[in-house]
């Protein structure tokens, strides 16, 4: 069941150069195989399969594993063909959305086991709170990986130039 759904703007007013598509999906490839470059929390991880064919057409597959601290999540990811991206144990999935040329937006998703996340009546105050610092969480993280992937793209190209 969906918990939590938003998007980030990823062209920008302001921003050096021009991000594509391609770029920005080799980001989330990135993501996939590298967390912890994204993410400061990810002290380690690892592919711990070769890539595979995935469930959907044109996607690959594989399993890793990821460290925060000593604590150890095993995983398998999904990489589309159109640079969509799923995280089979994390619940959670992003994939890249460019509703006019040139406008880039990341759609970021999170699955719950919950049969059906309650609505707000069904739940307690303090289960509100909880689901709703999770959400804001997950926006944060999230915000903070597009911006490390602007700024790696940014890098490159500025790179190429000199």
Same mark, same amino acid.
């Given at each position: 069941m969906k918990f939590h759904e938003h998007i980030?703007?990823?062209?920008?007013?302001?921003?050096?150069?021009?991000?594509?598509?391609e770029e920005l999906s080799g980001?989330?490839?990135d993501f996939a195989h590298r967390p912890e470059h994204f993410l400061e929390e990810v002290t380690k991880s690892e592919v711990v399969s070769p890539e595979?064919?995935?469930s959907e057409p044109g996607s &690959?597959? +594989? $399993?890793r594993n990821i460290y925060f601290g000593h604590l150890v999540f095993h995983e398998t990811?999904?990489?589309?063909a159109d640079g969509s991206y799923r995280s089979h144990a994390a619940g959670s999935g992003e994939r890249i959305e460019e509703p006019e040329p040139g406008q880039l937006f990341i759609r970021? &998703?999170? +699955? $719950?086991d919950r049969?059906?996340?309650?609505?707000?009546?069904e739940m307690n105050s303090r289960e509100q709170q909880v689901d709703y610092l999770r959400r804001l969480a997950y926006e944060s993280k999230d915000q903070s990986i597009v911006?490390?992937?602007?700024t790696d793209i940014v890098e490159r190209k500025m790179a190429l130039k000199n």
């Amino acid at each position: 069941m969906k918990f939590h759904e938003h998007i980030i703007r990823v062209t920008v007013p302001g921003l050096p150069c021009e991000v594509t598509r391609e770029e920005l999906s080799g980001e989330l490839a990135d993501f996939a195989h590298r967390p912890e470059h994204f993410l400061e929390e990810v002290t380690k991880s690892e592919v711990v399969s070769p890539e595979r064919r995935g469930s959907e057409p044109g996607s &690959i597959a +594989f $399993e890793r594993n990821i460290y925060f601290g000593h604590l150890v999540f095993h995983e398998t990811v999904q990489i589309g063909a159109d640079g969509s991206y799923r995280s089979h144990a994390a619940g959670s999935g992003e994939r890249i959305e460019e509703p006019e040329p040139g406008q880039l937006f990341i759609r970021f &998703i999170y +699955f $719950e086991d919950r049969p059906e996340v309650p609505t707000a009546i069904e739940m307690n105050s303090r289960e509100q709170q909880v689901d709703y610092l999770r959400r804001l969480a997950y926006e944060s993280k999230d915000q903070s990986i597009v911006a490390q992937m602007l700024t790696d793209i940014v890098e490159r190209k500025m790179a190429l130039k000199n």
